[in-house]
């Protein structure tokens, strides 16, 4: 199977930075697409930045020139920068990785599938 484990949340002031890690760990041959994602209470999860294995990257209109995502594809890791924060960035980010192909014991698999970490919070306040 795959795993995926989040770092570098916590509490910060608004224009403060963090930058958010995320590991992807199992027999990994290939992982198509990486992601975060953030889900404030009562809404639903929205994307936040995605990147593909060649390095082309998509953002949400709120994070564009505030946010930058990038991944190590020779350790499987992605991670998001986010600068001047603000308070409507809070919220609680899930690492994704789609369309992962790896192996488990004798059997090999890909094809579309979705993996998510367990999400790191965000907390952006004076």
């Known amino acids: 199977q795959v795993q995926l484990v989040e770092s570098g949340g916590g509490l910060v002031q608004p224009g403060s930075s963090l930058r958010l890690s995320c590991a992807a760990s199992?027999?990994?041959?290939?992982?198509?697409?990486m992601a975060w994602h953030r889900q404030t209470p009562g809404n639903q999860r929205e994307l936040v930045a995605s990147?593909?294995?060649?390095?082309?990257?998509k953002y949400a209109e709120a994070v564009k020139g505030r946010f930058t995502i990038t991944r190590d594809n020779t350790r499987n890791t992605v991670h998001l920068q986010m600068n001047s924060l603000k308070p409507e960035d809070t919220a609680v980010y899930y690492c994704?990785?789609?369309?992962?192909?790896?192996?488990?014991?004798?059997?090999?698999?890909?094809?579309?599938?979705?993996?998510w970490g367990q999400g790191t919070q965000v907390t952006v306040s004076s």
């Open positions: 990147v593909g294995s060649g390095g082309s990257t």
């Open positions: 994704n990785a789609e369309r992962v192909s790896y192996l488990s014991g004798k059997d090999y698999y890909s094809g579309f599938n979705a993996f």
């Open positions: 199992g027999n990994i041959v290939n992982i198509d697409s």
